[in-house]
């Protein structure tokens, strides 16, 4: 079993849908939590992190963390079509060793 | 300048022959990953290099698997005796010292181990 599991879809919403990415993990000693959006033959670029249990919210992104069910989201609101990418989830102790999911393609066609 | 720059985009190979991938990380991050990339697998961690500490080298796959950071910038990553299972994208991500949280990736190199 990985350590970060996730859902490879694609997931394809209309525009304006509310869109949710979810993740598992299984090490109960992680603490840092992040969500990142990789562009086709782009590198992955930092959208959210949360440390520990809670929500963050950034704009139309909310980031979830429930730490008793090991369970990651990533909401996003009224989305668009440039939202379509592939979204990472990553988790890990520190910053200097994250382990990632492989990734959800989403899709939003207007 | 401009961000995390990688050297080649990409690169095809014959098995057995040895390559090199380049990363110019931005100037000024004292944080410098290696990562791999292949298809399915998510992001795997390579190796990791923090200023002048000895790295992190716990995530590399095999000893076929080298990295060096000359004068802490520009990092080189090393195949030897490349396998067909070594075809992948590497990329490379720098961060500050002031915010390790934000990893800052470069457009990776496309390896093919043909």
């Known amino acids: 079993q990985k350590e970060v599991e996730q859902d490879p879809g694609p997931l394809s919403v209309p525009e304006g849908a509310i869109v949710s990415l979810n993740c598992t993990y299984s090490n109960s000693a992680f603490q840092y939590f992040m969500w990142y959006r990789q562009y086709s033959r782009k590198g992955p670029e930092l959208l959210m992190y949360?440390?520990?249990?809670g929500n963050k919210e950034d704009g139309r992104f909310t980031a979830q963390v429930d730490k008793s069910s090991k369970y990651i989201s990533l909401f996003i609101r009224d989305s668009q079509p440039s939202d379509s990418a592939t979204y990472l989830c990553a988790s890990g102790t520190g910053f200097q060793k994250l382990v990632f999911g492989t990734g959800t393609r989403l899709l939003v066609s207007p | 300048g401009a961000g995390v720059s990688q050297s080649p985009s990409n690169k095809v190979t014959e098995k057995g022959k040895d390559v090199e991938l380049r990363c110019d990380p931005i100037s000024g991050h004292t944080a410098l990953y290696w990562y791999r990339q292949s298809l399915g697998q998510g992001l795997e961690f390579l190796i990791y290099?923090?200023?002048?500490?000895?790295?992190?080298k716990s995530g590399l796959p095999s000893d076929r698997f080298s990295a060096e950071r000359t004068g802490g910038s520009v990092s080189t990553l090393t195949i030897q005796r490349t396998q067909q299972e070594d075809s992948a994208v590497y990329l490379c991500a720098s961060s500050p010292r002031r915010a390790e949280e934000t990893q800052y990736f470069g457009p990776g190199t496309r390896l093919l181990v043909l």
């Open positions: 949360t440390y520990s249990s």
């Open positions: 290099f923090q200023g002048n500490s000895a790295p992190d």
